[in-house]
């Protein structure tokens, strides 16, 4: 048959396609309605005492018991066992196959001819994969009426056939061959195999596709959720790496004139993620760190990084769903066994992602045969990382340097420093970085790579080079001020160089010693700026609680930036203060008298009250009173002059008090006089004052004195001498209470 009449699609009448799917639907029909007992024989035996699907010899069954053996035109069938009845099964399967691969060469003619669909054949190919199958409504055939309805069947696809156009029936037809295999036949895995090398063979991408979904499901995915998969035994630990190959190898007879291949990694583990997605607690972990799905892996890295960049976002977008966990749960179940594996599995697949990229940025280090990572790829991992918050959330020791947010936070820092990213790329790359936990370990990978960079240098120049890069790092993480990180990346640097260049270097001790120093104060000063600066502290905000004079309640402060190094825990702690409350005795009566308060029993809520309260909770007050004024004066700050100006002192002394007093004197009740008046110039000997005045006499107690006794509020009345009248203790609150002195007590 000539290239031009199938392009044009002539030889595809609506006659000619009823003869050829009448015999496919017959022993398709043949095939489905084959004795159970044979069916069963083939089929992988679930037991419940079983974990696993398993053939006679204990192994998974990835065959169904049938091997295939290389023929000229088809695969033919070798049995492991010699029953009539599977030798039934394999004629019946090899007429199914037989009947699809004759429909495709009439559709396709030679096999492997180069074709690229158009939109309308991939129209044709959707058209052709819903054709109806059977009559009812339902997805399989009623075998028992097909005598009866297969006539009327043929008819509805005849008519269907008729509108679309001859030059592409040919998508449709093989599309439609197929769909009327899976819906009446059980999709045995020796059936789909064998169609899915006729696929193969007339370079039949969309159906592949299809077939290679089943395969996989059958391999990856048990019948039964507590089973574990069938590929996981170690009998299979290279099945997915050679059913890559074969896949491949394909590809390279059925090319596009311009060699696009047609049968790519990419699209193989597209449809890899898509079905390992698709496994359930609680053996999805183990196929993720199984054995055969690392060789996979391994293998895709090496030809197709963007592929292998998806395998791994694939894990991070689904990583508490397949552990079994969540980001919010204690720690004792996020460090559980099945976490733990699946964090050291990616903890793997992200180190050789910092390798690749770290070799992009050096060509000496650059093998040829490996290909550059897509960057733009690897943020949208990292993003889904800090999503997931694996970037923070750490179950090991914090000294491990085989961690997981470790080789994160590298990374991250590695591509935000050198790579050219767009602004919403390094808005992403920044979001990771302030939420990272860095540890003194952080950067322990990049270090060693840095130091690589430099190897065939001498000492005292390859010094200055590996601190020249570590200064790159630091002016970046410093400028987003990340001040832990660059903390952390230059202790790191300097554990190294003591670790890992020092202890070579035994003729150099003199540069060594020079370097070491260096890298100490360098580290000294970063840590001072990190831990003791204020300023630039970026830590949240702790609750801290404090006692006011009212009432007991909880509010925020901001932390002290002033940290101490701590010998017992062997690390910085935060300084805090020590909070007083102030006695009450403390304040000055001078400062009282400069801010008179009327004379009323309710509280005074005047900013001197509250500037008071404040001085109470700290020593130092400098650091939270700016909080304070902000509170206290929403319109406005106050000024530094205003804050800092102490009270001005009264010029006084005993004797200008006493004389003060003796002509401001009070008489609180005015009683009967006896007839030997005393002179006008002498003072009673016992009288009271009012409340206001009597605070203001108070003296504050000396430091010697017991701190925990306070001034009452309300001082006791001293009581009247020669007559012995007691006045009640409201009347030393309330000036006005009695118009004449209590009466007199016996």
């Known amino acids: 048959m000539s290239p031009g009449t199938i392009e044009s699609g002539t030889h595809l009448t609506t006659s000619r396609i009823n003869r050829l799917l009448r015999p496919l639907r017959n022993k398709c029909i043949s095939l489905a309605t084959l004795s159970n007992s044979a069916a069963t024989a083939v089929s992988r035996a679930t037991h419940s005492k079983q974990l696993s699907n398993r053939d006679a010899d204990g192994v998974p069954s990835l065959t169904g018991g049938l091997h295939t053996s290389a023929g000229p035109i088809g695969k033919r069938l070798i049995l492991d066992r010699s029953p009539a009845d599977d030798f039934e099964l394999s004629r019946r399967i090899q007429a199914v196959c037989d009947a699809f691969r004759n429909i495709a060469h009439v559709a396709y003619g030679i096999p492997c001819t180069e074709r690229i669909p158009s939109l309308a054949a991939m129209c044709s190919l959707v058209i052709g994969k819903n054709i109806p ?148 607690r609680p053996n999805c972990h183990i196929l993720w760190t199984s054995k055969v799905l690392d060789r996979l892996v391994r293998m895709v890295e090496s030809c197709d990084v963007d592929s292998f960049i998806s395998i791994i976002q694939a894990l991070v977008q689904n990583f508490w769903n397949i552990s079994g966990s969540s980001p919010d749960a204690s720690p004792q179940e996020r460090g559980n066994a099945h976490v733990l594996l699946l964090r050291d599995r990616l903890f793997e697949w992200v180190s050789s992602l910092f390798d690749m990229l770290f070799f992009q940025n050096d060509p000496t280090l650059r093998s040829s045969q490996n290909t550059l990572p897509n960057v733009c790829a690897i943020i949208d991992v990292l993003d889904d990382c800090r999503a997931a918050q694996l970037h923070s959330s750490r179950v090991l020791p914090a000294g491990s340097q085989f961690d997981l947010p470790n080789i994160i936070t590298a990374l991250t820092t590695h591509i935000y420093v050198i790579s050219e990213t767009s602004l919403h790329n390094a808005d992403r790359l920044l979001a990771v970085l302030d939420g990272a936990s860095p540890v003194p370990a952080t950067f322990n990978k990049l270090m060693t790579y840095l130091c690589r960079l430099q190897i065939a240098q001498t000492f005292e120049s390859f010094s200055g080079s590996f601190l020249s890069e570590v200064q790159v790092y630091s002016s970046a993480l410093r400028s987003q001020k990340l001040l832990g990180l660059d903390a952390s990346l230059w202790a790191c640097a300097l554990h190294h160089f003591e670790t890992f260049i020092a202890s070579s270097q035994t003729g150099n001790t003199a540069l060594v010693s020079k370097y070491k120093r260096q890298l100490m104060d360098i580290v000294d000063a970063v840590e001072r700026k990190c831990f003791g600066g204020g300023t630039l502290d970026s830590s949240p905000s702790v609750p801290v609680s404090a006692r006011s004079q009212r009432a007991k309640r909880m509010h925020r402060r901001r932390p002290s930036g002033h940290w101490e190094w701590e010998e017992m825990v062997g690390c910085w702690i935060r300084k805090t203060p020590v909070h007083k409350k102030r006695r009450a005795d403390e304040e000055s009566p001078l400062n009282r008298l400069s801010s008179p308060r009327p004379l009323s029993h309710t509280f005074s809520h005047s900013p001197s009250s509250r500037s008071s309260e404040s001085d109470s909770y700290t020593e130092d007050g400098s650091e939270y009173q700016e909080d304070r004024d902000k509170e206290n004066h929403p319109g406005g700050r106050l000024s530094v002059h205003e804050r800092s100006q102490p009270l001005r002192r009264r010029q006084s002394n005993f004797s200008s008090l006493l004389a003060d007093a003796q002509v401001n004197r009070i008489v609180l009740h005015s009683k009967p006089q006896p007839k030997s008046r005393l002179p006008a110039s002498v003072m009673p000997k016992k009288y009271i004052l009012p409340s206001s005045l009597q605070q203001q006499r108070q003296v504050p107690r000396k430091k010697g004195k017991d701190s925990s006794r306070y001034l009452s509020p309300t001082p006791t009345v001293p009581p009247l001498v020669k007559s012995g009248i007691m006045l009640p203790s409201d009347d030393s609150l309330d000036l006005f209470a009695y118009a004449t002195s209590s009466p007199e007590r016996c």
């Open 133 to 280: 199958i059977a009559i009812s409504d339902g997805s399989k055939i009623n075998f028992g009426d097909v005598g009866t309805h297969e006539d009327d069947v043929m008819e509805v696809v005849g008519s269907i056939y008729d509108s679309i156009p001859p030059h592409y029936r040919r998508f449709s037809i093989v599309s439609h061959a197929l769909s009327v295999i899976l819906c009446v036949c059980t999709p045995h895995y020796a059936l789909v195999n064998i169609l899915l090398d006729h696929c193969l063979s007339f370079g039949l991408v969309h159906e592949s596709t299809r077939l290679l979904s089943i395969i996989l499901s059958q391999a990856l995915l048990p019948s039964n959720p507590s089973f574990e998969p069938p590929i996981t035994h170690p009998a299979h630990t290279t099945y997915l790496v050679d059913l890559h190959t074969k896949w491949v190898t394909a590809s390279k007879q059925a090319c596009t004139p311009c060699g696009t291949q047609l049968f790519t990694t990419s699209a193989f583990c597209r449809v890899t993620n898509a079905i390992l997605l698709q496994s359930v």
